[in-house]
């Protein structure tokens, strides 16, 4: 089975390799071609991918290619991990925001929006390309803002594009061991948009042990999403939020504290990574060492000025291995030898959830199997939640618009109506401050 990764000179490409060496079972995939449009940036990650594999018999196969047609022929499953503008176009979506007095993350508020106006029409183009080149692909879409970029390409795909995220895996994860719960047994009952989802119940053998969980502030305390919020707002609301959502409900603070730090992640990332692909140009450097260093230092700082701001400490050692990766492999399987499983995925709503629309792409469980992903039905969301999942949704409806038409003034309502961005003069700005320092974003006339 061939899988195809685009931005496959991206730093976390090992990850996805590590899950497919300990996959031995009979369907695996036996071939994987890289894609990237550096082949400095290729070479330092197959050198990585080949220490990896070195003590691993039958290990699949890794070529690289800077050709996009060539990667995506033949292929079986494609992921799509780009990274439109690199890493200094985070550093420029982030800074551009702050001086606005607004949140630049790279997934939330206006550098969200900036990330989506650039890498929309590319992903697009991937989309028209594998509808041609593959049609029988399934495309693994992990490119942020990743609710928006499914969306997109949904529009040339359909069903056969899922977005994938750790997030909600990882928050299920958290709550079900401070619960003493098996995760693999828990039923997470969880629904929103990409980096804007709830916990509203986990349920053990029928049970929903959430309301428990709720009513001890001790136990409410002791993990990620506790630490970030506090037990008292986590208990008004009556659901665990996505740790994203700390931008929404503690956002002046967030904002406050991007704007204090040293670098923002996006130049800290910047800076970490130029220094690993350097490291990379010698070619007796220890490439998986190296690699696997500045992972750990990579995933210890994650959202460091959040938990800063609300006092959390340090991540714990359990939350430091990622996991996008095995829920890759767990979607790929399931579809690929029809294994059944549920999975919190990024798909096409299918009257899932009633507020929004058959094609809008929502976070929520779906069963999988070989036809795909199925989103389960859920309940409606509590208002406040609700309010928030149609804002957002229709900010990225008119990004999508804005990315088809060209047009700046429907960019410019894009940023206007995030509940992020609180000015239509902020908005003006923020399109004019992106377009200066984004050539991709040169379509907005």
Not at 243 to 258: G, P, Q, S
Not at 287 to 293: E, I, M, V
Request: aromatic share 6%; charged share 25%; net charge negative.
């Amino acid at each position: 089975m061939k899988l195809t990764i685009l931005g496959g000179g991206g730093f976390r490409v090992p990850l996805v390799y590590g899950a497919l060496l300990g996959d031995r079972a009979e369907g695996r995939v036996t071939e994987v071609v890289l894609h990237d449009l550096d082949a400095g940036r290729l070479d330092a990650v197959t050198r990585v991918l080949a220490e990896q594999a070195a003590d691993v018999p039958d290990a699949p196969e890794v070529t690289a290619t800077t050709d996009l047609d060539e990667a995506l022929r033949g292929a079986d499953f494609v992921f799509s991990a780009i990274r439109v503008g690199g890493l200094e176009g985070r550093a420029n979506d982030e800074r551009v925001a702050l001086a606005q007095g607004v949140l630049g993350q790279e997934t939330v508020g206006a550098g969200g929006i900036a990330y989506g106006l650039r890498t929309v029409p590319v992903a697009v183009d991937i989309a028209q390309r594998v509808a041609r080149l593959a049609p029988d692909a399934w495309v693994i879409n992990f490119t942020n803002p990743a609710g928006l970029v499914t969306e997109a390409m949904s529009r040339h795909l359909g069903n056969r594009v899922i977005g994938i995220c750790d997030s909600p895996v990882g928050l299920g994860r958290r709550i079900a061991r401070v619960l003493g719960a098996n995760p693999r047994e828990a039923w997470i009952d969880y629904v929103g948009l990409n980096h804007l989802g709830w916990v509203r119940g986990l349920r053990v053998a029928g049970r929903d042990e959430l309301p428990r969980l709720l009513a001890d502030p001790g136990l409410l305390g002791s993990f990620e999403e506790g630490k970030l919020f506090g037990p008292d707002w986590l208990q008004s609301l009556g659901v665990i939020p996505n740790e994203y959502l700390h931008y929404y409900y503690f956002n002046r603070e967030a904002v406050r504290a991007y704007q204090e730090a040293h670098q923002t992640r996006g130049a800290f990332l910047r800076d970490q990574q130029a220094r690993f692909y350097d490291e990379m140009r010698d070619p007796s450097a220890a490439a998986f060492l190296a690699w696997d260093r500045t992972r750990a230092e990579r995933e210890a700082t994650y959202m460091s000025e959040n938990r800063e701001t609300a006092g959390a400490g340090e991540r714990d050692a359990d939350d430091l291995s990622g996991g996008y990766e095995k829920v890759a492999l767990a979607l790929m399987r399931a579809i690929a030898r029809d294994e059944r499983t549920t999975l919190i995925l990024n798909v096409r709503n299918q009257h899932a959830l009633s507020v929004l629309d058959n094609d809008a792409v929502i976070e929520v469980p779906c069963l999988v199997d070989a036809g795909g992903a199925h989103p389960v039905a859920v309940d409606p969301l509590p208002d406040h939640a609700t309010g928030l999942v149609c804002s957002v949704k229709a900010v990225e409806r008119e990004v999508l618009a804005a990315a088809e038409s060209g047009s700046r003034t429907t960019a410019v309502k894009a940023f206007a109506l995030h509940p992020l961005v609180d000015s239509v003069n902020v908005a003006r700005r923020l399109v004019d401050g992106y377009t200066q320092v984004h050539p991709g974003l040169a379509y907005l006339g």
